[in-house]
Antibody, heavy 114, light 108 residues
Framework: QVQLQESGPGLVKPSQTLSLTCTVS??????????WSWIRQPAGKGLEWIGR???????NYNPSLKSRVTISVDTSKNQFSLKLSSVTAADTAVYYC??????WGQGTTVTVSS | SYELTQPPSVSVSPGQTARITCSGD??????AYWYQQKPGQAPVLVIY???ERPSGIPERFSGSSSGTTVTLTISGVQAEDEADYYC???????????FGGGTKLTVL
């Protein structure tokens, strides 16, 4: 079955850009009419939707993060990616990638600190 | 911005029925989804499209919708059901997704 795996630096300096990749295995990212999402969760807090991308390239972003977020897809690599610019300590969280609602990655912890 | 409201906590004894509510103005128009999250683990979908149960999810999990409130019901609660539960839906346009604040289910 489809599995997702997040990857990227675990430590990012303030004001820099956080970059994460989600690799899809067990199926093609282009098959079906799914969208692919990023969600984050600060330690001890709830889930926050960051945004999503369709394989057509169409995107939707959380209005509170929209000015700093870019989500892209690389169908040739079966991956989709997240870039979050101008990070601060408030962006420290576990970041999850997900296929629509039903398949989630295990999550990756990103800490913003100098 | 659009918000979904959940109670912070619900407590039940084993074998009883737990009901967790989620309220939002757009819920009459948009489907709701429910996730279970245990400590240190990724969320797991337990209900989709208000009341559908994914394969592999026990029958004791069910969902319902009435007006601006959706409800996750867990019948015959077991100790293993102790977890955080989150609802998710979209704003009235269907563009922006949002999660409820989460409900901690404690099995006494």
């Amino acid at each position: 079955q489809v599995q997702l795996q997040e990857s990227g630096p675990g430590l990012v300096k303030p004001s820099q850009t956080l970059s994460l990749t989600c690799t899809v295995s067990g199926g093609s990212i282009s098959s079906g009419s799914y969208y692919w999402s990023w969600i984050r969760q600060p330690a001890g807090k709830g889930l926050e939707w960051i945004g999503r991308i369709y394989t057509s390239g169409s995107t939707n972003y959380n209005p509170s993060l929209k000015s700093r977020v870019t989500i892209s897809v690389d169908t040739s690599k079966n991956q989709f990616s997240l870039k979050l610019s101008s990070v601060t300590a408030a962006d420290t969280a576990v970041y999850y990638c997900a296929r629509a609602y039903d398949v989630w990655g295990q999550g990756t912890t990103v800490t913003v600190s100098s | 911005s659009y918000e979904l409201t959940q109670p912070p906590s619900v407590s039940v004894s084993p074998g009883q029925t737990a009901r967790i509510t989620c309220s939002g103005d757009a819920l009459p128009k948009q489907y709701a989804y429910w996730y279970q999250q245990k400590p240190g683990q990724a969320p797991v979908l337990v209900i989709y499209k208000d009341s559908e149960r994914p394969s592999g999810i026990p029958e004791r999990f069910s969902g319902s919708s009435s007006g601006t409130t959706v409800t996750l019901t867990i019948s015959g609660v077991q100790a293993e059901d102790e977890a955080d539960y989150y609802c998710q839906s979209a704003d009235s346009s269907g563009t922006d997704q949002v999660f409820g604040g989460g409900t901690k289910l404690t099995v006494l």
